[in-house]
């Protein structure tokens, strides 16, 4: 029974941090050949992946963000954290974590997933 449950503020002002957590249950981060990433579809707009991280810690952030993303992980907590900095209103989205399914390895699609969390609004206003 495989969980995952985000976490972190619905409201964020202009040109701060966002820091969500994602608390991974029944499975674990560290599982052989594992994958696990952010995603996030802001309103009237398609899904869009944001960062991965790999069973052994291994790190991959899509280029349009990279200078201000990153993805992090607390193994003995079973978590993984992404950080958005200088955040814009364009970064108003349902923020979602999720688990790639086995077999596959494209990042970007929303049918490699395998499971969800229910996702989390994030509104970026001053």
């Known amino acids: 029974q495989v969980q995952l449950q985000e976490s972190g503020p619905g409201l964020v002002k202009p040109s701060q941090t966002l820091s969500l957590t994602c608390t991974v249950s029944?499975?674990?981060?560290?599982?052989?050949?594992?994958?696990w990433s952010w995603l996030r579809q802001p309103p009237g707009k398609g899904l869009e992946w944001m960062a991965g991280?790999?069973?052994?810690?291994?790190?991959y952030v899509t280029p349009s963000l990279g200078s201000r993303t990153s993805i992090s992980r607390d193994t003995s907590k079973n978590q993984f954290t992404l950080q958005l900095t200088s955040v814009t209103p364009e970064d108003t989205a349902v923020y979602y974590c999720?688990?790639?399914?086995?077999?596959?390895?494209?990042?970007?699609?929303?049918?490699?997933?395998?499971?969800w969390g229910q996702g989390t609004q994030v509104t970026v206003s001053s």
């Open positions: 999720a688990r790639r399914s086995v077999g596959r390895t494209n990042w970007r699609t929303r049918d490699s997933y395998d499971f």
């Open positions: 029944g499975d674990s981060i560290t599982r052989n050949n594992g994958y």
């Open positions: 991280i790999s069973y052994s810690g291994s790190r």
